[in-house]
């Protein structure tokens, strides 16, 4: 099946850890998003990645770090810096420069709690 | 600031009527326009997506789109309460090779058997 998951589901993190959230997808595609969500709350942007090796910072980068060394794989880091975390973190692929383009999908989310 | 607004709702339809959800956002060269189903606790779905001008029907959902009046709206025929779920918009803005969406706070509609 093609798909994007993200790992792990749940995540809890102490004060002042970096931890770092996996997001791997098959559809081929070539543009990748990390987005922030907290309650009652619409997607925050937090960086995003239109081809391999390279990525820019969205609306809230600050205390967040990315590579994407793989089309298929976008980790994000959340540092220290970060001074709250919590949140649901959602990644998101799309296709760049087709006809339906921008259509965003959604992996499943995973749920941040700082301790 | 470029921006999404939606009305918060909560919105709540009996069974069986229309939902209507409703969305202006900022840039008047905004490209592409789509609505997202979120059901709590769990990831956006994407359900419709409007390029142009006018209605595009899928099944029991609609999106309007005019441009001139910076506005999306969509509509949910026969409403279910399996339909019940916040509904979010997003909005390219800028276009061109910008592939970034922006995204309103959403409307949260609830059915009503």
Known sequence: ?115 | QKEVEQNSGPLSVPEGAIASLNCTYSDRGSQSFFWYRQYSGKSPELIMSIYSNGDKEDGRFTAQLNKASQYVSLLIRDSQPSDSATYLCAVNMGGGSNYKLTFGKGTLLTVNP
């Open chain 1, 1 to 115: 099946d093609g798909g994007i998951t993200q790992s792990p589901k749940y995540l809890f993190r102490k004060e002042g850890q970096n931890v770092t959230l996996s997001c791997e997808q098959n559809l081929n595609h070539d543009a990748m998003y990390w987005y922030r969500q907290d309650p009652g709350q619409g997607l925050r942007l937090i960086y995003y990645s239109q081809i391999v090796n390279d990525f820019q910072k969205g609306d809230i980068a600050e205390g967040y770090s990315v590579s994407r060394e793989k089309k298929e794989s976008f980790p994000l880091t959340v540092t220290s810096a970060q001074k709250n975390p919590t949140a649901f973190y959602l990644c998101a692929s799309s296709v760049v420069g087709s006809g339906r383009y921008n259509e965003q999908f959604f992996g499943p989310g995973t749920r941040l709690t700082v301790l």
